[in-house]
């Protein structure tokens, strides 16, 4: 048994689940959209499991691709985490929200708000926003990389200067000696960028854990630098082990070139399970939100072979030949497993089913399966942690809660309670309050 | 008795209550200020007296003004309604939001997601902002006029589209169908205007009443411009009776001038009570607020009435020589009521005392004062209701509830239960989807 415990965070979207089908499940309410018992309801699942954080992304433009599929995000990540931050007393809450079109005043009040009122749970996935549809939902059009990453730069560090700008010892509260708060301890930040400025202060004393958490996602060099310089969590899009390896070493490097502690950045690599007591039960659950696009999928899948697949060989296994014909497609990473997974003997429709399509290695099959993934690679040192995409929130929560997690206990890879009560205690970073120095 | 009714709406800011000195108060818990469950309570109460809806001011900069003042604000608007929607189910929460430091898109968002989880019980008081420290906030410098209400319009008017971009039907949620949402009736609204611009759409499908409620503050011709076109409720600043018709008559006929019904707008005007069983004890309970800053207060008391009065005049009334040399100064609108009470012969510390410098008419005394200070504007036709700034939300929203709310409906003046269940059916005016026409 190794000292050191995996952490998990959740991906929560729509209210429905990982699957921009995952709406059409016999057990979902289609209504969930709008409806936030359901996110309160699952927080509190993720809670009970205790997963260090939620994880809500964020898009500014309409993500629902067809009318088949429904939107993947919760309709304003802000309010969605305020509710569940009320109905929730430990779990961490991570959110997307963009520097490029986002003033540092506006995140950086919203943000320590939402981090007072959770009594020290939440963190900010600062990103910047290439998508042209984003770009004209605010008369603008898509900068280039440099200049976004310029601004990007410039927002967290007003951000974060105003975080600190009511100093730790500010609010005084004596009514014997009538003083709310010593204002000469509350001060302007005068942070004047390229891009963006700010005055300050802003009027908002420390949370129980400082100031939120910077969260990164993405490892071009130029988020790899704004990663080492600002986040303390990297959500990380990986489907190996040597390929999470290689990023999560890359983001420890950018921490230290930063002058930074590698250990204060964790690097989480997504899952995405689907668990039944059966690998049949397991594929069939997880087909189901297949099979609506399947048609576009068995094309895919000849690209990523190099074969010329239809709809008409969804029901016959690969041939010998087709198998020894068939190449990894380099372009898409994740052609190995479905080569892999090939050579098994699977229809194509269930190497289909197998969701090597998916935009996280799926796991799929009774829950050793998935903690078995897990332990492989947190051993290999692939990642911290994991950022986990049920397939239907309504019982796949439980599902991983009730059956994942007592196998990751067993093995000695989970915590079994919560070791403080912020976010920062769960991913154990380092208490901060201001700039980064 | 008349059929038409009073409406009441109450200002929540920092959790204390309408003075700076509020949370001095020995009922008051000073952690208030980042503590929503006092939100909560607030809301609550006011909901059991069937006010019509909780208004949360808003600024962009810091707010306390001297160390002995606590901010008037809660933290972030937005996150605050969340929680006391939840937390609620019929009362309705207006918020004001600049359009001069928001982009359309971000309040298009925030605001009809609270509105859709709150069932339809949002107002967005859509101002501009002219303050230079807020502006330096946002690393700009205050427009003129003209721009800053040419940018308002842009932005309510996008806005507005947005919220309607999401067609009312094109929610189809049909699992057997395999369709979650009609994408062709979730449609781009490609509006351009000089400040601002979106395409959308916006993917928020209505609420219960389509809509977030459109509010406006303020008298000035390019506010009542803005008024007329889009408001369903306007904020009043009136200290007469007589300035109260005037400006509700201004505010309808700049709704004629749109081409809309005026009765589709309500006008409020403000109130600020102390209520205790008798004149002398709500004396006493308002002056604990006004004494921080009494020395301040009695030489403005001076320039009020054309008088050079100081500190040691506090504990004496007027003599006669200086009443008769007194003239309400035409300056400030409270002068009149200020030389009146002072011809009644309180002493200059109970003048002031009567509230007679803070910025809403305030009846002082048993709850009766306050109810007929109601029934009499009301009756005069100087506003639709009222908005309530109790001077300490702890125990002033129960007083108010409990002995000026009783003796409202007793007078035939006041609703005994909601009408309905959205912000739309409390104040009475139609349900609106999309643009205005």
Redesign the interface.
Known sequence: MNDKKMLIGMQIGNGYGAQA?S??ADNVD??N????DAHVRYAQAAERGKFQFLFLPDF?A???K??????L?T??P??TM??MA?ETTKIGFAATASTT???P??LA??F???D??SGGRIGWNAVTTSDP?SA????AQVADRDTRYERAHEVVQIVQALWGSWQEDAW??D?DR??????SR?RPVNL??RH??????L???PSRQGQPVIFQAGGSPHSLALTGRFANAVIGATFTIEDSRRQRANVRRAAEQAGRNPDEIKFFAGIMPTIAPTKREALDRRGQFVE?GIRQRVRYLGTMLGLGLTADDLDRPLAEAELAAAQANPADPRSGTALQIAREGWSVRDILYHGIIDYHPSPIGPAEVTADHMQEWFEAGACDGFWLSPDVYEDGIDTFVDQVVPLLQQRGLFHTDYEGDTLRDHLGVDYQYGANH
Do not use: C
């Open positions: 089908t709406w059409m289609v209504r959209y709008t409806n936030l500014l309409q993500s629902q067809t009318d088949h599929d429904a939107p995000l309709m304003d802000a309010i305020a509710v009320r079109f986002n003033e005043y506006n009040r919203t320590k708000t939402l007072v009122i549809a004209a939902n605010f008369g005084v509260a009514k009538k003083i709310f708060a010593d204002r509350i004047q960028g963006v400025a700010s005055r300050g202060p009027e908002i004393p609506p």
